[in-house]
C-alpha cells in the first residue's frame, strides 16, 4: 500500500515567506510615506506635486531603503530556500521508509531498487532556486529605488495635461489622480501569463514559487537517488481544476516511456502494468502546481496501491474561493488608499470601502464556510517583522 506522509512542515515555511514579504512591504511604505509626507505638505502650501517634491531627499530616502533590503533579503531568502528543500528530502525518506515498513521489508532494497539504507542526498534545489529568486527580488528592489523618479515623471505629465486642458494646477480632477497613484504603491510587476501584481502579492507568489519548487525538486530528487522515479499525486484540500485533474494519477519524473507500460513489480519477482499519465513536467506546463498549491506529490510502486485523494473538483467552491480573493484584494487597496490620501475626504471614503468590504467578506465566509484569513485583508498581507 502507497504511503502518504503529509508535508507537516508548511506552517513554518509560511511563516519564512511572510518575513520576506513583509520585508519588502516595509520597504515599500518607507518610501511611499516619505513621497506622501512631501506631497501633502505641498498641498497644505498651496503648491502642485511638481513643486512639492523634493527629488534629493527622496532619491537618498530610496538608496537607504535599496541598501536595507540588500542587506537583509539574503539571509531571510537563503533560510527560506534552505528550510523548503531540507523538508523535501524528508518528505521522501519519510515515505520511503514508511513503505518499507508497510512492506514487511528490512530495508530499501526491496522497496527502491537500492542496497542498504535509504540515501538521503544534499539540497542542491535550494542553490538552483537562490539564482531564480534572487533576481525576482532585485527587480524588486530597482523599482523600490526609482519609485520618487516615477512619480516626479508622472507629475510633470500630469502638469502638462493640466496646463493643455486649461485645468492649471489645482483642482479636484488632479487631487483624484494624485490619490490614485499613491494608492497604486510600487507597480510594474508583470508574471509570465500577463497577470499584474502589486509589491506584496508579487513578493510572496514569486517566494512561493521558488519554495516550491525548491521542495518538489528535493523531494524528487531524493526519490530518484533510491531508484524512485514514478510518482501519485495528492491533491490539497478546495482543489483547483487544474490540479484536481491530476488526483491519483502516476507520473514519471525522470524522461522515459508513458502511458500502459509494464515494469518489475515493486516488491514481487513479477511485471504489472502500470498507467503513466505523462511527466511531472507536463502537469505543470498544464497549470498543476501553481503558487498557493497543497497538493503532494507521492512515491508510487509499482504493483502497490495508487493513492486515490478524495478531493473533486468543485466550481462553486472555486468560485466562492476567488470571490474571498477579490474581496481581499479590494480591502487592500482600500486600506492603500487611506494610508496614502492626500485630503480628508478621500481618506474619510477609503475607510468606509474597508467597512463596506469588510462586512461583505463577513456575509460571504458565513454563508460559504470559508476560512477568513484577515492577513490577506492588509496592504503587506499582514506580515511580521523579522
Not at 531627499?57 to 539571509?75: D, G, K, M, N, Y
Not at 539540497?123 to 539564482?131: K, L, N, W
Not at 514514478?230 to 487544474?242: H, P, Q
Not at 484584494?329 to 492603500?336: E, P, Q
Amino acid at each position: 500500500m502507497a504511503v502518504w506522509i503529509p508535508d507537516g512542515g508548511r506552517d513554518a515555511l509560511d511563516l519564512l515567506v511572510r518575513d520576506l514579504v513583509d520585508l519588502f512591504g516595509q520597504a515599500e511604505g518607507r518610501i511611499t510615506r516619505a513621497v506622501v509626507a512631501q506631497l501633502r505638505a505641498g498641498l497644505d502650501a498651496g503648491v502642485g506635486p511638481v513643486q512639492a517634491l523634493r527629488m534629493g531627499e527622496l532619491t537618498a530616502e530610496a538608496q537607504r531603503v535599496a541598501r536595507w533590503l540588500s542587506q537583509t533579503s539574503p539571509e531571510v531568502l537563503e533560510r527560506i530556500l534552505t528550510t523548503a528543500a531540507q523538508q523535501g528530502v524528508d518528505a521522501a525518506v519519510a515515505e520511503l521508509s514508511a513503505l518499507v515498513g508497510s512492506t514487511g521489508t528490512t530495508s530499501a532494497t526491496a522497496v527502491a531498487g537500492t542496497a542498504g539504507t535509504l540515501v538521503r542526498p544534499g539540497t542542491a534545489a535550494a542553490v538552483v532556486m537562490r539564482a531564480d529568486l534572487s533576481n525576482a527580488l532585485a527587480d524588486v528592489t530597482r523599482r523600490v529605488l526609482r519609485f520618487p523618479d516615477d512619480v516626479y515623471r508622472r507629475a510633470i505629465a500630469a502638469h502638462a495635461s493640466d496646463v493643455t486642458l486649461g485645468l492649471g494646477t489645482t483642482g479636484s480632477a488632479q487631487l483624484r489622480a494624485w490619490n490614485s497613484l499613491l494608492g497604486q504603491g510600487v507597480t510594474g510587476f508583470v508574471d509570465v501569463a500577463g497577470r499584474h501584481w502589486n509589491l506584496a502579492t508579487y513578493v510572496e507568489m514569486a517566494t512561493r514559487s521558488a519554495t516550491r519548487r525548491a521542495f518538489d525538486d528535493a523531494k524528487v530528487g531524493a526519490m530518484q537517488a533510491n531508484g524512485v522515479d514514478l510518482v501519485s499525486i495528492v491533491v490539497g484540500r478546495g482543489a483547483c481544476e487544474s490540479c484536481a485533474r491530476w488526483a491519483g494519477k502516476v507520473l514519471r519524473t525522470t524522461p522515459g516511456p508513458t502511458g500502459r507500460i509494464r515494469v518489475r513489480h515493486a516488491t514481487q519477482d513479477r511485471e504489472v502494468t502500470v498507467t503513466v499519465a505523462g511527466t511531472l513536467d507536463e502537469a505543470k506546463a498544464a497549470k498543476w502546481r501553481h503558487p498557493n498549491c497543497r497538493c503532494a506529490t507521492v512515491a508510487y510502486l509499482p504493483g502497490l496501491s495508487v493513492i486515490e485523494d478524495v478531493t473533486t473538483f468543485d466550481p462553486q467552491a472555486e468560485a466562492d474561493r476567488e470571490r474571498l480573493r477579490d474581496l481581499e484584494r479590494r480591502v487592500r487597496r482600500a486600506r492603500t488608499d487611506e494610508a496614502t490620501a492626500l485630503d480628508d475626504d478621500t481618506r474619510r471614503a477609503a475607510r468606509a470601502r474597508v467597512r463596506d468590504l469588510q462586512a461583505q467578506i463577513r456575509a460571504h465566509v458565513a454563508e460559504t464556510g470559508l476560512m477568513r484569513q484577515r492577513n490577506r485583508e492588509k496592504p503587506d498581507l499582514g506580515n511580521i517583522r523579522v
